[in-house]
């Protein structure tokens, strides 16, 4: 569906709904922790990347036509050797036969397993890249809500001190 799109926005939340699919996949296979985190985590990434789309691509909504493919014969047959190279090791493959028994709670296994000793680590690296994130944003911005409305925030001027935008 993400490539039936003419917009990008509608791409993203297309792309938004197939990875909420796979949050809920993770939920019913019993790890609420990680099918939680994948539903927040693709949520949040989704509406900041079209919050950034907003803000910065020429045609976000799609009101111009344009194609969300290039090359689709290339990208076709790529896709078909990666495909079949992918389901041949799938099958082809020994798997390993389960060693030992199933641990009582996997999702904290499985967190143990991914974080070790470096959750408080992750977390701070969490915060650290919210808060670039934001400041980007901020620094992207040419100019505040002070510089177009001046100090009075609750009136809005006929002309506003400072005229942004792309010139007409």
């Known amino acids: 569906m993400v490539f039936r799109f003419d917009s990008m926005a509608r791409a993203t939340y297309a ?4 990875l909420l699919c796979v949050g ?21 990434e989704m509406a900041l990347m079209a919050a950034f789309m907003v803000m910065f691509m020429m045609n976000p909504a799609g009101l111009a036509p344009m ?9 076709a047959l790529l896709s078909a050797v990666v495909f079949v190279a992918l389901a041949a090791g799938a099958l082809l493959t020994p798997w390993p036969s389960r060693r030992g028994d199933v641990p009582p709670d996997p999702t904290r296994q499985l967190g143990r397993s991914l974080m070790g000793g ?6 701070v690296l969490g915060l650290a890249l919210f808060a670039t994130i934001v400041a ?11 510089d177009r409305f001046g100090d009075d925030l609750r009136g809005r001027p006929a002309e506003p001190a400072a005229r942004g935008g792309l010139p007409r």
């Open 15 to 18: 792309l938004l709904l197939a």
């Open 24 to 44: 809920v996949d993770v939920l019913l296979l019993g790890l609420d922790y990680l099918g939680v985190v994948v539903v927040l985590m693709m949520t949040i």
């Open 67 to 75: 194609s969300m493919t290039h090359n689709r014969r290339g990208a």
């Open 118 to 123: 470096q959750m408080l680590t992750m977390m």
């Open 136 to 146: 980007s944003v901020v620094l992207a911005t040419r100019r505040g809500r002070y």
